[in-house]
Antibody, heavy 118, light 111 residues
Framework: QVQLVESGGGVVQPGGSLRLSCAAS????????MHWVRQAPGKGLEWVAF????????YYADSVKGRFTISRDNSKNTLYLQMNSLRAEDTAVYYC???????????WGQGTLVTVSS | NFMLTQPHSVSESPGKTVTISCTRS????????VQWYQQRPGSSPTTVIY?????PSGVPDRFSGSIDSSSNSASLTISGLKTEDEADYYC??????????FGGGTKLTVL
């Protein structure tokens, strides 16, 4: 069965950096685009970034453009999110999610909490 | 980019029917598929409706989806409400400028 397991969350100071990972199994990782979606405490879902199956195209929400970088290693079945210049408003649970038919999501990880605080 | 607007909360009694709306701010609701995700407290989202009105396997037929071009909105209808349906529900659609848009979410209370 499909499993997505995020890791790398934690507490970081404003202006700091963090790299999240998402280990995928149960499907052919190299055949599917992948997303990061976040959810601030008590708030709704916010799409963050997408990477195509082969890494050829990457798209970002305006709120993270220029600060976050999505990448993948298909040989390791792993998705990454490099987060730099972190702000308090980046505090959220970060989910990785698998795309289906390009326009939507079919599997989500359990999420990893990132807290930006001094 | 367009926005998707949902009511903040709805409530209904067990056994009744509830409908949650999702209104697109610009562009046609029919331009891109609408999905609905259920998120129970402390859990990750799961799909209850995809591509406007399709149910994934395992989702009961009490859940249905539709779109209405006249109001430029999508709707999620849950009939025969059960206490287990109490959750947050999010609509989602794709913006052709390569962005994925979520509605603000609706908290469903079954009381």
């Amino acid at each position: 069965q499909v499993q997505l397991v995020e890791s790398g969350g934690g507490v970081v100071q404003p202006g700091g950096s963090l790299r999240l990972s998402c280990a995928a199994s149960g499907f052919t990782f190299s055949s599917y685009g992948m997303h990061w979606v976040r959810q601030a405490p008590g708030k709704g879902l916010e799409w963050v970034a997408f990477i195509r199956y082969d890494g050829s195209n990457k798209y970002y929400a305006d709120s993270v453009k220029g600060r976050f970088t999505i990448s993948r290693d298909n040989s390791k079945n792993t998705l990454y999110l490099q987060m730099n210049s972190l702000r308090a408003e980046d505090t959220a649970v970060y989910y990785c999610a698998k795309e289906v038919h390009y326009e939507h999501f079919d599997y989500w990880g359990q999420g990893t909490l990132v807290t930006v605080s001094s | 980019n367009f926005m998707l607007t949902q009511p903040h909360s709805v409530s209904e009694s067990p056994g009744k029917t509830v409908t949650i709306s999702c209104t697109r701010s610009s562009g046609s609701i029919a331009s891109n598929y609408v999905q609905w995700y259920q998120q129970r407290p402390g859990s990750s989202p799961t799909t209850v409706i995809y591509e406007d009105n399709q149910r994934p396997s395992g989702v009961p037929d009490r859940f249905s989806g539709s779109i209405d071009s006249s109001s430029n909105s999508a709707s999620l209808t849950i009939s025969g409400l059960k206490t287990e349906d109490e959750a947050d529900y999010y609509c989602q659609s794709y913006d052709s400028s390569n962005a994925w848009v979520f509605g603000g979410g609706t908290k469903l209370t079954v009381l």
